[in-house]
């Protein structure tokens, strides 16, 4: 019909099929590029995740901790607090670097002061629960390093007064 209309000679034959093929390609590339991102949407499992800046690389400081480097340690999540003051696990590691290895109750309060203000409510919770574990002996981090001797309660035994003896004897 369409070369009826256009008549049957090569030239307009021709011009017809490339014309086909040029709006073809010109719809491709854009219908490609579309398609291929929602198959990458639906075949991702972070699909929706973007960061503005990548997570901080924690092993490194982690890595230095388990050496016994401690400062460098410290010094390392410090930075990386820097560039993400909202991140928990920071925390979390500067805490027990602090309170632990390093002893300095100053230097820790100071950390939970500034994750204070940063930190939503869970996280303000979770670090505070962090430093009572740590003080009250009920998390050892970085043991290892030997900062603080492990000690288990032992109740002390209580002797019964003499006159006390006889009244605590089990009936027969």
């Not at 049957?8 to 390609?25: D, K, N, R, T």
């Not at 009250?136 to 309660?153: C, D, S, T």
Request: no cysteine.
């Amino acid at each position: 019909m369409v070369l009826g209309a256009i008549g049957e000679s090569p030239l307009a034959i021709f011009l017809l099929v490339s014309v086909g093929l040029l709006v073809a390609i010109l719809l491709a590339i854009p219908t490609t590029g579309w398609v291929s991102q929602k198959m990458a949407n639906v075949l991702s499992f972070f699909s929706l995740e973007k960061f503005r800046k990548p997570p901080p690389l924690l092993s490194k400081g982690d890595a230095l901790a388990m050496q016994g480097r401690v400062g460098d340690a410290f010094h390392v999540f410090r930075q990386y607090l820097k560039d993400h003051p909202r991140n928990l696990e920071i925390y979390s590691r500067l805490i027990d670097l602090a309170f632990g290895p390093m002893q300095d109750a100053k230097l820790g309060d100071a950390i939970i002061a500034f994750g204070v203000k940063r930190l939503n409510r869970r996280g303000r919770r979770v670090i505070k629960r962090r430093k009572n574990a740590i003080l009250f002996g009920e998390l050892y981090p970085l043991k290892h390093l030997g900062w603080r001797e492990e000690a288990e309660y032992v109740h002390p035994k209580v002797e019964i007064p003499e006159e006390l003896k006889g009244q605590f004897t089990p009936p027969s």
